[in-house]
């Protein structure tokens, strides 16, 4: 007899045991012959044929020698039908979840390219699992790299939106290639810094993100995401490779640097195990590392013996802002965000303060 030794598969979930049924039929055999042929129990070959019981290789090859057809086809029509059968668990798993999409800010995913762009339900959870990289959207709650987002995650904030938001990060700073991290290197580049936030964004992102990533952090800047209401975060992606977020939320420049070397601050003196989401209520828990960061941002942006003397002064008009910003080396604007931060100022008093223009 000859037989096709190639089966293409189905997308039915076949039992390997039908087509074993017509093989031994056109051998003109029944299920107690076959079983006498192979030394197995009638019962085996029963729940072989009905699909209950797996073709594993030994059984393959039993069947080979007594059917003539290779092992290899009983072996591949075998995972073929079990991959269905998952394949079919799966679809319905994916059902289950088709509710839990509108808990992330799938829309946004998509129009920054993350995530296709589709209305159809079970699409999107399978798109967001492959953007979470996990089997499950239940599941993004238990991953380690997101717990810090549904700590933060309150009323106002959505903890699913900043896991993405984290994901996000997490992604881009996979693609950015970096050198050792080295805390004398880049403390010795800080005067170099501070000179860059007299620049505009096209100017001294690209060379911010080259020191950074020469020294072992990778800098990504990213949108913010609806229901996020975060600044920035810090993490490392693994022992070598630490990374500061930073968002587009806001646009002021002073702003954007104090959240910069707070960050900073982070990986220079913090261990590498915490994850810092600021605006939160995680920033709350580690109060402690939070107000260290928030003072090496103050001091480093404007030392603080200086500005004890410019605030006694007690002029704060916008030429003496201006003077006292070049002095020291930096932006006005800084200057000016910090004496309104303090209260030496009303918040309506904007002299020197910019607005940067993103571009994502």
């Given at each position: 007899m000859e037989t096709d030794n190639t089966m293409p598969m189905s997308d039915l979930a076949i039992p390997p045991g039908e087509y074993l049924a017509e093989v031994i039929h056109e051998l003109g055999m029944n299920q107690a012959e076959l079983a006498q042929r192979m030394d197995r129990p009638v019962?085996?070959?029963?729940?072989?044929?009905?699909?209950?019981k797996a073709i594993v290789p030994e059984t393959a090859l039993q069947l080979e020698r007594?059917?003539?057809?290779?092992?290899?086809?009983?072996?591949?029509?075998?995972?073929?039908?079990?991959?269905?059968?998952?394949?079919?668990?799966?679809?319905?798993?994916?059902?289950?979840?088709?509710?839990?999409v509108d808990e992330f800010p799938y829309a946004e995913l998509a129009r920054l390219g993350f995530v296709e762009k589709t209305r159809k339900p079970d699409i999107r959870v399978r798109e967001l699992c492959r953007f979470f990289g996990v089997v499950s959207l239940r599941q993004v709650r238990e991953v380690d790299d997101y717990a810090p987002a549904f700590r933060v995650g309150n009323g106002k904030a959505s903890a699913n939106a900043l896991?993405?938001?984290?994901?996000?990060?997490?992604?881009?700073?996979?693609?950015?290639?970096?050198?050792?991290?080295d805390r004398k290197q880049i403390q010795a580049a800080i005067p170099n810094i501070r000179r860059m936030t007299c620049d505009t964004p096209d100017v001294?992102?690209?060379?911010?993100?080259?020191?950074?990533?020469?020294?072992?952090?990778?800098?990504?800047?990213?949108?913010h995401l609806p229901k996020t209401y975060v600044h920035g975060a810090t993490f490392w992606l693994n022992a070598e490779k630490a990374v500061i977020v930073m968002t587009l939320r806001g646009s002021w420049a002073d702003v954007f640097w104090f959240s910069f070397f707070h960050e900073l601050a982070h990986l220079l003196k913090h261990g590498k195990r915490n994850i810092f989401l600021e605006d939160g209520e995680f920033k709350k828990q580690k109060a402690e590392l939070e107000q260290e960061a928030d003072v090496y941002a103050c001091d480093t942006l404007i030392p603080a013996a200086e500005y004890k003397r410019f605030v006694a002064d007690g002029n704060f008009a916008s030429a003496a802002i201006l003077k006292f910003s070049r002095s020291i080396g930096i932006a006005p604007g800084i200057v000016t965000g910090r004496l309104q931060h303090d209260q030496h100022l009303p918040p309506t008093f904007h002299a020197h303060r910019v607005r940067y223009k993103w571009v994502e």
């Open positions: 019962q085996a070959i029963n729940e072989i044929v009905s699909g209950a007594v059917t003539g057809v290779p092992a290899h086809v009983w072996t591949g029509l075998e995972a073929d039908y079990r991959l269905t059968l998952a394949k079919y668990q799966e679809t319905k798993q994916i059902a289950e979840q088709a509710s839990l896991a993405a938001w984290l994901r996000m990060a997490t992604l881009k700073a996979i693609e950015v290639e970096t050198g050792a991290m001294f992102l690209p060379a911010l993100k080259e020191l950074m990533a020469r020294n072992g952090i990778a800098l990504v800047i990213q949108p």
